[in-house]
């Protein structure tokens, strides 16, 4: 009976290890995201963590109206947190990893950025990005001071 409650004990342990691991420390996926860097933090009551805010173009349809997109995450690195804080409104890529679970230690999300691919200075204007578009609506009209509506 011992030899019973010792494996079915063990057994428990186990599995609880396994689904823990896979839970908070397996990288369930990883990628890079681009946008302008909205802000990043430090904050927290316990656990003090680097969070961020990274705007992408585009828009995401929500059910109760239009909303831009954006890209939360934490940082776990202080340089590379401390870097992003001086080089906020720049457009950049970050790499970051996903995790199925986060950890209050880990930060506030389960995304955590580890890398920084490349940081640019936000160089087009509303002005280029309405030329851009007329480029593709109406070849030839660019530059040509044509307001269409909705474009702004």
């Not at 580890?114 to 480029?135: G, R, Y």
Request: glycine content about 12%; some cysteine.
């Amino acid at each position: 009976m011992k030899k019973i409650i010792g494996i079915v004990i063990a057994g428990l342990i186990l599995g609880l290890a396994v689904f823990c691991y896979f839970r908070f420390w397996f990288v369930f996926g990883e990628g890079v995201r681009s946008g302008e860097l909205n802000y990043v933090v430090y904050k927290g009551v316990i656990w003090k963590t680097y969070e961020g805010k990274l705007i992408q173009t585009g828009i995401k349809a929500q059910t109760s109206g239009v909303q831009s997109n954006t890209f939360d995450f934490s940082i776990a690195d202080k340089e590379i947190a401390e870097r992003l804080m001086t080089e906020s409104g720049k457009v950049m890529d970050l790499h970051y990893k996903e995790y199925f679970g986060r950890l209050p230690w880990r930060g506030h999300t389960k995304y955590i950025v580890d890398d920084i691919i490349s940081i640019k200075d936000k160089t087009t204007t509303i002005d280029d990005q309405n030329e851009a578009v007329l480029s593709t609506i109406a070849p030839g009209a660019e530059g040509a001071g044509t307001v269409v509506p909705g474009l702004y």
